[in-house]
């Protein structure tokens, strides 16, 4: 059964970089088809989706937080990774990770679902 | 504000059936039939309980079912249950830009 793990600095300080990791298990995050994904939820609000990756390193953002967000793939530990730079309190949210069903047609993306999230880490910014 | 339009509250009582709606444009919901619906508890992470508008993973009952029309994407939830009280949620492919949009979620309280 695949299970998806957040772990990171539950404190970060405003202006410095947020990095998260989410370990995969019970299955590769090399699986065609499917795509890893990072999702946030402020406090009392909705869901934000941040940015999705691929096991051949491409990256896709939200583009309201492209200058900001990094993500990255690490196959040899089947895990993948968020930067966020910059962090002010409104980046203060549970972060999840995700699997997200999808496909590639002439190099297009198109992401179908999300199936398989993590428990969330709760990060929050502050001095 | 979210890119999709959902209600922020929706009830019902035990037995009855209740539809979430989620309106968003021809770029998202309108375009693609890659619209999903998620069902959060709170304090607990979302799941995923309709894909590709009207699909069921397994284990989802079938008192949940998708649809939609134009650019509203629908979910209904038959049978109302004391477990369905929860925060709901509809997303969307959005083209190759924007990639991905949610709702900004509907609260159903069973009374």
Redesign the interface.
């Given at each position: 059964q695949l299970q998806l793990q957040e772990s990171g600095p539950g404190l970060v300080k405003p202006s410095e970089t947020l990095s998260l990791t989410c370990t995969v298990s019970g299955g590769s995050i090399s699986s065609s088809n499917y795509y890893w994904?990072w999702?946030r939820q402020s406090p009392g609000k909705?869901?934000?989706?941040i940015g999705?990756v691929y096991s051949s390193r491409r990256t896709?953002y939200?583009?309201s937080l492209k200058s900001r967000v990094t993500m990255s793939v690490d196959t040899s530990r089947n895990q993948f990774s968020l930067k966020l730079t910059s962090v002010t309190a409104a980046d203060t949210a549970v972060y999840?990770c995700a699997r997200q069903?999808g496909d590639s047609i002439f190099d297009?993306?198109?992401?179908?679902?999300?199936?398989v999230?993590?428990?969330?880490t709760t990060v929050t910014v502050s001095s | 504000q979210s890119a999709l339009t959902q209600p922020p509250s929706a009830s019902g009582s035990p037995g009855q059936s209740v539809t979430i709606s989620c309106t968003g444009t021809s770029s998202d919901v309108g375009g693609y039939n890659y619209v999903s619906w998620y069902q959060q508890h709170p304090g607990k992470a979302p799941k995923l309980i309709i894909y590709e508008v009207n699909k069921r993973p397994s284990g989802v009952p079938d008192r949940f079912s998708g649809s939609k029309s134009g650019k509203m994407a629908s979910l209904t939830v038959s049978g109302l249950q004391g477990d369905d009280e929860a925060s709901y949620y509809c997303s969307s492919y959005a083209g190759s830009d924007i990639l991905w949009v949610f709702g900004g979620g509907t609260k159903l309280t069973v009374l």
């Open positions: 994904g999702i909705g869901l934000e989706w999705t896709y939200n583009p999840y069903g297009v993306v198109r992401l179908h679902y999300m199936d999230w993590g428990k969330g | -």
